[in-house]
């Protein structure tokens, strides 16, 4: 499996790879691209390339404050603001996951600084991607 989140922030969509750890979290690796809301041909593109970014057995402890920090502070500086709480306070978010050829979104909804899943509103894409996320932006909170 391999798994990125879309993150609305504003405008714009940040688009963010996943790669599971050593330990078996889900966490940014890093690699994360930004693209307008209104760029519908790219942004099929950009979620293709976080996933293909998607690695398993990524090397990354996360066990202090420090460690979470690092994580996050690409989408921070791509965003132009200073902290997590300030971005996920505006922020959606969607987990995106492809296993084979099925691509499946997962709104979540803020709880304070974090976001929880929303597992069981998650959509299978069969056909229009655009359309897909639009319709997950709107159940996310």
């Known amino acids: 499996m391999r798994r990125a989140t ?3 922030f504003e405008n714009e969509l940040f688009i963010s790879s996943s790669s599971q750890t050593t330990e078996g979290f889900w966490v940014d690796n890093g690699y994360i691209s ?3 809301i209104d760029h ?3 942004i099929k593109v950009k979620v293709e390339d976080a996933l293909s970014n998607s690695k398993l057995g990524f090397e ?4 202090t404050q420090t460690d979470l920090d690092d994580l996050v502070k690409p989408i ?8 997590w709480a300030s971005f996920s306070k505006k922020a959606k978010s969607i987990c995106v996951s492809k296993k084979g050829n099925i691509l499946k ?3 979540t909804r803020r709880s304070g600084k974090e976001y929880k899943h929303l597992p069981k509103q998650t ?3 069969t056909d229009n991607f ?7 932006l709107d159940i996310a909170k």
């Open 40 to 42: 519908v041909q790219d």
């Open 34 to 36: 930004k693209v307008s």
């Open 6 to 8: 879309i993150y609305k």
């Open 130 to 136: 655009y359309e897909s996320l639009l319709k997950c």
């Open 123 to 125: 959509i299978t894409v």
């Open 105 to 107: 979104l997962m709104p």
């Open 76 to 83: 921070l500086e791509l965003s132009n603001t200073s902290t």
């Open 60 to 63: 990354k402890k996360v066990s």
